[in-house]
């Protein structure tokens, strides 16, 4: 129960703190922050129309945070899920062109599943040079990231290119028939769905199956998975892999329902808003819903700071970064037995039988 | 190719080594000097840009590079304390920590930095190593910023402190053993968040020659993972200061790849080589480290190396 409530609690606390930080820094530039709250609220969930863009949004959000989150189950700290998602929507792109593909759901199914498997392939390799090399995950996913931009864009300024795509290099478009749509006539595409149900059926594996119990014991305790004979390099091999699945299918999603071909405005930082996604959800796929929710709107948000009060674009990453920072020393609160805490400050501010200065804790 | 195209693409990646190289040189004796206390800061991008705002701002504002200088490295000081003492707290990771960082740091630095994006600020003067010689192209790879020297020396200091001074060997206890540093009633976290600081400071001084010096304005794209690259460096350098010299020039001059063969009249795979430090660093990594062991020289508290 208390867990439960320092679960939720605390990071809201930590948000609602990083928003009223966020305000006062806003408004050492001259811009009045009571605008900015109101803004962000409308422009994430004031309407329709916001309500869209912010879910178009959190799709790939969910999807790229779950390359941190699951990963993080089985105890690895994975943040290159930007290179699994620029990989996954050229992956995708070159799918489209190069395969035979029927019009439809059974072409669109293929070519997600280029991605997915392209971002599985780039994030298990971290986990790979990990088990098999001894290398930090850390350090080599982000590495990987970087190595997966430059190929990306050499590729597609070059062997890939659409030379009818002049200032802009591209791949060739996707055939209208395997362009990925609105759910019920809405801006919203199906991404959204998928990104819902990959969450979802992580959190089902994770909590319900054998493999799924045996990821965690990996995670939480190395030690017992050795004593009872897990095999702990494969399923870190997995959950790298499902992680980088999902973060490869963001980038086809990305592709196939956005941009319809592979170009440069891939990369759109999702990568790295889905480890702060993953952490503030605390690494559980159910959670990561509402707080990719929440993050999508306030990248939604941003666009109209820019337009309506003059900030720059790069407001919603200070808000990012303060929400990120406070989510974490929001951590150091865990532990603490607020109770005790209370009745002694109560004690300390009332009338005190004790002299001053005597107030061990 | 031609002679000439030859020494083009030759002295593009000298000039590279020294040009890129310098940025490399202070974060990596920077990150050294945080692991070296036992902690690890992913939070040196974040601080590399901030840095490099400052730095921009700083000469802009006063018409002095120097105080652009000073102001990078307080910049990149103060970011870094935030990295010290969040990391103090309790249950709080280090790793996760940096990332944050970094993230704060780089949208602090694009929103501070907007005004910043057209103006000209006034540059760290050059030194000419090329004066002898009569090609125009060597003569330019051959400037030197002037805080090259300054990153030598500070190298230099820094493996002699470590060795032969109290607060080096302080330094060094608390990042292989805290349990030996409390035992002699020093606080291992105070330790590390000067440490951690200072590291910040000289992390500032390469974001100050990105912008001040090479390549010389403010711009989004300033950094592309110089300060990340600094963990691996570190590693291949074995935590010594003195290897991190030679560490910055081979990556240094593997980042100058790409643009010398561009300046050399060859524009194909620009991207792919570009790529050229990170698949180093990538192969140095497979190279040096083991599964089930901790990589030589590591300093014994790094959760990163166990």
């Known amino acids: 129960m208390r867990d439960t409530l320092n679960n939720i609690g605390l990071p809201l606390l930590a948000i609602a703190a990083a928003l009223a930080l966020f305000g006062v820094f806003v408004s050492l530039s001259g811009v009045n922050p009571v605008d900015v709250w109101l803004l962000l609220f409308k422009g994430a969930f004031g309407d329709w129309f916001s309500w869209q863009n912010t879910l178009q949004r959190a799709a790939p959000l969910m999807l790229t945070a779950l390359c941190v989150a699951v990963p993080a189950r089985a105890g690895l700290v994975v943040i290159g899920g930007e290179g699994a998602l620029v990989l ?45 090399r001894g290398i930090n995950e850390t350090i080599s996913s982000l590495l990987l990231a970087y190595i997966a931009i430059g190929l990306f864009k050499h590729l597609v300024e070059g062997p890939l290119r659409d030379p009818l795509s002049l200032n802009k290099p ?27 149900l990959a969450c979802i059926g992580l959190a089902l594996w994770m909590r319900w199956t054998a493999s799924g119990f045996s990821v965690r014991v990996v995670g939480g305790n190395p030690r017992a998975a050795q004593l009872v004979g897990l095999p702990a390099s494969r399923l870190i091999l997995t959950a790298c892999a499902l992680g980088g699945a999902a973060a490869g299918l963001a980038g086809a999603v990305e592709v196939a329902a956005v941009h319809t071909n592979a170009n440069v405005s891939l990369i759109a930082f999702y990568g790295y808003a889905g480890i702060l996604v993953s952490f503030i959800a605390r690494h559980h796929p159910l959670a ?15 666009s109209m700071l820019q337009r309506r009060l003059g900030l720059p674009d790069a407001s919603v990453l200070v808000l990012q970064g303060i929400a990120f920072v406070l ?27 004790l002299p001053a200065g005597d107030q061990r804790s | ?37 036992g902690r690890i800061n992913l939070g040196l991008e974040g601080v590399l840009v901030l840095s490099a705002m400052a730095a921009f701002g700083g000469a802009y504002l006063s018409g002095s590079p120097w105080v652009g200088v000073l102001a990078g490295a307080l910049a990149g000081g103060l970011l870094a304390a935030l990295h010290g003492a969040l990391c103090s707290l309790k249950g709080v990771n280090d790793v996760a920590t940096g990332i944050a960082l970094m993230m704060l740091g780089t949208g602090l630095a694009f929103y501070l930095g907007k005004p910043l994006i057209q103006p000209q600020a006034p540059q760290i003067p050059a030194i ?15 400037q030197v910023n002037m805080l090259l020297p300054l990153g030598l020396l500070l190298a230099l200091v820094m493996g002699w402190a470590f060795k032969h ?54 711009n989004e794209g300033i950094s592309s993972g ?81």
């Open chain 1, 170 to 196: 591209a791949t060739h478009s996707l055939p209208e028939g395997l362009l990925i749509g609105g759910m019920g006539g809405s801006d919203v595409h199906w991404g959204l769905a998928l990104g819902v």
């Open chain 1, 288 to 302: 990561i819903i509402p707080v990719a929710i929440l993050f999508g709107g306030f990248g939604a948000a941003g």
């Open chain 2, 1 to 37: 190719m031609t002679p000439d195209q030859w020494i083009a693409l030759f002295s593009g990646i000298v000039g590279g080594a020294l040009r890129v190289g310098t940025p490399f040189l202070f974060v990596s004796l920077g990150e050294c000097l945080t692991e070296k206390s």
């Open chain 2, 128 to 142: 000419a190593l090329g004066l002898w010689s009569d090609s125009s192209a060597v003569r330019s790879a051959l």
């Open chain 1, 88 to 132: 996954g929507g050229l992956a995708c792109a070159v799918a489209a062109q190069s395969l035979p593909l029927p019009e439809g759901p059974v072409g669109i199914a293929v070519i997600c599943a280029a991605g997915a498997l392209a971002g599985a392939l780039w994030v298990a390799l971290a986990g790979w040079l990990r088990q098999y």
């Open chain 2, 165 to 218: 001074t109290r607060y080096g060997l302080l330094l060094r206890m608390a990042g292989d053993s805290a349990h030996a540093a409390r035992a002699l009633g020093y606080s291992v976290a105070t330790i590390r968040v000067i440490a951690t600081t200072l590291g910040g400071m000289v992390a500032g001084l390469g974001g100050a020659s990105l912008t001040l010096f090479y390549p010389g304005s403010w």
């Open chain 2, 226 to 306: 110089q300060g990340l690259i600094a963990v691996a460096l570190v590693i291949f350098a074995r935590w010594s200061p003195g290897r991190c010299i030679g560490a910055a020039a081979l990556f240094g001059g593997a980042g100058a790849i790409g643009p010398a063969l561009q300046s050399a009249g060859i524009g194909w795979g620009y991207h792919l080589f570009n790529t050229v430090p990170y698949v180093l660093t990538l192969v140095i990594l497979v190279l040096t480290c083991k599964p089930g062991s901790v990589a030589q020289g590591s300093p014994g508290e790094l959760s990163s190396a166990r």
């Open chain 1, 327 to 353: 989510i974490l020393a929001s951590e150091a609160l865990r532990g603490v037995d607020w109770k005790t805490r209370l009745t002694l400050f109560f004690r300390a501010a009332g009338p005190d039988p």
